[in-house]
């Protein structure tokens, strides 16, 4: 492929997306609907005008540490202090409960297989897709809404950012079946190091950062610097510590949340990602899909993979949710937050291809899965949100 015939897909991409973001606002969906619609038309699944490429890949994932940093801008601290327990309660359950509803759905297809043995481990695998949780599509919906700093949407942040790194782990442990290397005692001590190493460093960089805001105050430096600080962060997370790097990106921004000029910086990176990074990410999902290996045993299973995935979560979050005292609207709202997929499904099942715990063929099941949550949470959020007033989002 030419070097230059990437400005040919950027360019299409970019078109489509935006063309059927605006149809989908004017139809009354978020606009995120739409891009998602616009890369399964333009990908391999329908048209096949554009195709998934490593930099495509590349430049999505830029997409998505973009738009998490810009959430963890616009969080507030205080709000995240008050919903944290909370939140750990969520993402527990939202954790345990797909996990036991993935393993279930797969022995209940082929068969239960003992403990040890390799069908087991693969029934297991399967669960642990279905624990981690895509936040960018619910952030991107509750921010379209104005929605995101209040309690139900900084709880839903919080618990899935949460979620991912307990998932992780999970994932660690369920390789270690396969791989005897594998220490799950490691990854959890990475994970708690990773934390501690994030609020040392954040607490330096965000007196570093306030000094220079104090002395710069609006200068366009500082969102620059800010970007840089996110990158490095993300690029941390994942190489020292097996962190998502998406976690290290949304607790960059959670570190400069507090400056003078968080609005400034937010404001500055919100241009970048709704004109170029935004788009390329949200098509990426449509993509990424293609129907070539299904067959109708696959087609059930994936029905029944997507409808598992997506009610386990409702239920896990939102019971928990309610537990803690959320009203049941509000659970609703949590629980339905918590059920997009994503990013960390895609590496997760990734991995799972390289050790040999799942089969190619199942990919096209967790695509799938990908794609209905991805639509289906942010118009059910708008359901939700319908006729709902700044005060009911309020922190008490």
Same mark, same amino acid.
């Given at each position: 492929?030419?070097?230059?015939? $990437? @400005?040919?897909?950027?360019?299409?991409?970019?078109?489509?997306?935006?063309?059927?973001?605006?149809?989908?606002?004017?139809?009354?969906?978020?606009?995120?609907?739409?891009?998602?619609?616009?890369?399964?038309?333009?990908?391999?699944?329908?048209?096949?005008?554009?195709?998934?490429?490593?930099?495509?890949?590349?430049?999505?994932?830029?997409?998505?540490?973009?738009?998490?940093?810009?959430?963890?801008?616009?969080?507030?601290?205080?709000?995240?202090?008050?919903?944290?327990?909370?939140?750990?309660?969520?993402?527990?359950?939202?954790?345990?409960?797909?996990?036991?509803?993935?393993?279930?759905?797969?022995?209940? @297809?082929?068969?239960?297989?003992?403990?040890?043995?390799? %069908?087991?481990?693969?029934?297991?695998?399967?669960?642990?897709?279905?624990?981690?949780?895509?936040?960018?599509?619910?952030?991107?919906?509750?921010?379209?809404?104005?929605?995101?700093?209040?309690?139900?949407?900084?709880?839903?942040?919080?618990?899935?950012?949460?979620?991912?790194?307990?998932?992780?782990?999970?994932?660690?442990?369920?390789?270690?079946?396969?791989?005897?290397?594998?220490?799950?005692?490691?990854?959890?001590?990475?994970?708690?190091?990773?934390?501690?190493?994030?609020?040392?460093?954040?607490?330096?960089?965000?007196?570093? @950062?306030?000094?220079?805001?104090?002395?710069?105050?609006?200068?366009?430096?500082?969102?620059?610097?800010?970007?840089?600080?996110?990158?490095?962060?993300?690029?941390?997370?994942?190489?020292?510590?097996? $962190?998502?790097?998406?976690?290290?990106?949304?607790?960059?921004?959670?570190?400069?949340? %507090?400056?003078?000029?968080?609005?400034?910086?937010?404001?500055?990176?919100?241009?970048?990602?709704?004109?170029?990074?935004?788009?390329?990410?949200?098509?990426?999902?449509?993509?990424?899909? %293609?129907?070539?290996?299904?067959?109708?045993?696959?087609?059930?299973?994936?029905?029944?993979?997507?409808?598992?995935?997506?009610?386990?979560?409702?239920?896990?979050?939102?019971?928990?949710?309610?537990?803690?005292?959320?009203?049941?609207?509000?659970?609703?709202?949590?629980?339905?937050?918590?059920?997009?997929?994503?990013?960390?499904?895609?590496?997760?099942?990734?991995?799972?291809?390289?050790?040999?715990?799942?089969?190619?063929?199942?990919?096209?099941?967790?695509?799938?899965?990908?794609?209905?949550?991805?639509?289906?949470?942010?118009?059910?959020?708008?359901?939700?949100?319908?006729?709902?007033?700044?005060?009911?989002?309020?922190?008490?």
């Amino acid at each position: 492929m030419e070097t230059y015939a $990437i @400005f040919k897909d950027l360019a299409i991409i970019i078109i489509v997306a935006k063309f059927f973001g605006i149809l989908a606002r004017k139809c009354g969906a978020p606009q995120v609907v739409g891009e998602i619609v616009a890369g399964l038309l333009i990908g391999p699944c329908m048209l096949g005008i554009v195709n998934q490429s490593d930099f495509l890949a590349q430049f999505a994932e830029i997409g998505v540490i973009l738009l998490m940093f810009s959430a963890g801008l616009e969080t507030n601290i205080r709000d995240l202090v008050k919903t944290g327990p909370v939140a750990f309660l969520i993402a527990c359950c939202g954790v345990f409960f797909p996990l036991l509803c993935g393993t279930l759905l797969y022995m209940a @297809f082929y068969g239960a297989a003992p403990w040890g043995s390799e %069908n087991f481990y693969k029934a297991v695998f399967i669960g642990t897709i279905l624990t981690a949780t895509s936040v960018s599509i619910t952030v991107e919906s509750l921010k379209e809404m104005g929605k995101l700093k209040g309690r139900v949407g900084t709880t839903i942040l919080s618990a899935a950012i949460i979620d991912d790194v307990i998932g992780i782990v999970v994932l660690t442990f369920v390789i270690g079946f396969k791989n005897p290397e594998s220490s799950g005692v490691e990854v959890a001590l990475s994970t708690v190091l990773y934390f501690v190493f994030a609020i040392i460093v954040g607490y330096i960089v965000y007196h570093i @950062f306030k000094i220079v805001d104090m002395r710069y105050e609006h200068t366009r430096r500082i969102p620059i610097a800010g970007w840089a600080f996110c990158l490095i962060m993300a690029y941390i997370a994942e190489k020292y510590f097996g $962190i998502a790097d998406i976690t290290g990106a949304y607790v960059s921004g959670v570190i400069l949340c %507090n400056l003078k000029d968080s609005e400034y910086i937010e404001k500055k990176m919100d241009t970048s990602s709704y004109l170029l990074f935004g788009p390329v990410f949200f098509a990426s999902i449509g993509l990424k899909t %293609n129907v070539d290996n299904l067959n109708l045993d696959i087609l059930l299973f994936s029905l029944a993979f997507v409808a598992t995935g997506m009610v386990s979560k409702i239920i896990g979050c939102g019971a928990m949710a309610k537990l803690c005292r959320f009203n049941g609207k509000d659970s609703l709202k949590i629980g339905v937050g918590m059920m997009t997929r994503g990013e960390v499904a895609l590496i997760v099942s990734q991995k799972g291809l390289s050790v040999g715990l799942m089969p190619p063929v199942y990919f096209t099941s967790v695509i799938l899965l990908i794609i209905v949550s991805s639509i289906l949470t942010p118009l059910i959020l708008k359901l939700l949100y319908r006729g709902s007033g700044p005060e009911e989002e309020a922190v008490s």
